[in-house]
């Protein structure tokens, strides 16, 4: 797609999502938030992600989702090239995905305080101290019957190669031994170029792996559990797109 197109594509899909954000937000601000209605905030929160990637372009397809299971919840483990990657997973992985995100996002206006009252549990990498509460919350989450989607190498990658993985949501899966469930996205670099904010359509391919159990499992044994998740999703990048 021509640079000029995909430029005012993007613009047309970032205003439009933004009134959606202002519109969806002030329902859920002044009836989900106050009744602790989360279903609405999912329902709200689907609409608005299945509008952006309708918009800008962004198809993705799945395979391997019948390895997730069917009771319990899981902590989904995935590789992250580009910004496109939590939208296209919050769609493809679950109905109700709660999201470990970086604490920077509650800046954003409106959406910060909606992403914390859906049960998204913010950490800030840089306070230990805060981090460590955040793991804790998100493991309790775990317990109560509710998935999280976790990007264990913090940043998008620049090229194919896996960066190194944070222990953070490992140590959260292991307290709440619950299963990870790993997770390997392509095609979504090609959308958005790191810097820039022109998106391009593409097609994600988003691999599901079957599940590396945690029961039994202590914080002893995190750094085997991050090199067996690790070289999951190293073969399941390895099988490429899905065609």
């Not at 609409?47 to 899981?74: K, N, Q, S």
């Not at 800046?107 to 230990?128: A, H, W």
């Not at 998106?199 to 159990?213: K, L």
Request: proline residues 6%.
């Amino acid at each position: 797609m021509p640079t000029l197109v995909a430029a005012v594509r993007s613009a047309l899909t970032y205003i439009i999502v933004a009134i959606y954000v202002l519109i969806a937000g002030a329902i859920g601000l002044l009836l989900a938030v106050p009744l602790r209605w989360k279903g609405l905030l999912y329902e709200l929160g689907h609409g608005g992600v299945g509008l952006a990637l309708a918009l800008a372009g962004i198809r993705y397809r799945v395979t391997g989702r019948t390895h997730v299971p069917r009771e319990g919840a899981v902590v989904f483990c995935s590789n992250h090239q580009s910004n496109v990657d939590p939208p296209v997973l919050y769609r493809a992985l679950h109905r109700r995905l709660h999201i470990l995100f970086k604490a920077e996002l509650l800046k954003l206006p409106v959406l910060g305080i909606v992403m914390e009252s859906g049960g998204f549990i913010p950490i800030d990498r840089g306070n230990r101290d805060a981090a460590l509460h955040a793991v804790e919350r998100a493991a309790q989450s775990i317990r109560d019957g509710n998935s999280f989607l976790i990007f264990p190498e913090g940043t998008r990658s620049r090229n194919d190669d896996l960066l190194p993985f944070k222990k953070g949501g490992f140590i959260m899966a292991i307290k709440a031994q619950a299963p990870i469930v790993p997770v390997a996205t392509t095609g979504g670099r090609a959308s958005m170029r790191r810097g820039s904010a022109i998106i391009r359509p593409v097609t994600v391919s988003v691999r599901v792996g079957e599940p590396i159990p945690t029961a039994g499992l202590t914080l002893a044994d995190r750094d085997a559990l991050i090199e067996r998740v690790r070289e999951r999703i190293h073969a399941l990048l390895g099988q490429g797109p899905i065609e």
